[in-house]
């Protein structure tokens, strides 16, 4: 089984940068479609990043896109969520993502799901 472990959340004001982190194991990440999710108060979960298939190109949701990166250490089995510009809404649960097949459609079903981490931000 894949476990997923999301890290560094917190409480932030408006414009500042966070970085999240997400541990995978069971699998090593090559393995994986990787993504990150939120979910706001009161709303659906969202997309919010992933990779797509088995290298590094990337896709972004309009709401993120040019202020949040996504990135990987294959080396730590780590992916990470680089989020700059933080905005109040913003503020949601973010959670780790993972396709069992790393070819599957980003905006598809994801299979494992870490605890996930809040972040809120002030403004």
């Known amino acids: 089984q894949v476990q997923l472990v999301e890290s560094g959340g917190g409480s932030v004001q408006a414009g500042v940068s966070l970085r999240l982190s997400c541990a995978a194991s069971?699998?090593?990440?090559?393995?994986?479609?990787m993504g990150w999710f939120r979910q706001a108060p009161g709303k659906e979960r969202e997309f919010v990043a992933a990779?797509?298939?088995?290298?590094?190109?990337?896709e972004y949701a309009d709401s993120v896109k040019g202020r949040f990166t996504i990135s990987r250490d294959n080396a730590r089995n780590t992916v990470y969520l680089q989020m700059n510009s933080l905005k109040s809404e913003d503020t949601a649960v973010y959670y780790c993502?993972?396709?069992?097949?790393?070819?599957?459609?980003?905006?598809?079903?994801?299979?494992?799901w870490g605890q996930g981490t809040q972040v809120t931000v002030s403004s």
């Open positions: 069971g699998r090593t990440l090559d393995t994986l479609g």
């Open positions: 990779f797509i298939g088995s290298g590094s190109g990337t």
């Open positions: 993502s993972a396709r069992a097949y790393v070819g599957a459609r980003v905006r598809g079903e994801y299979d494992y």
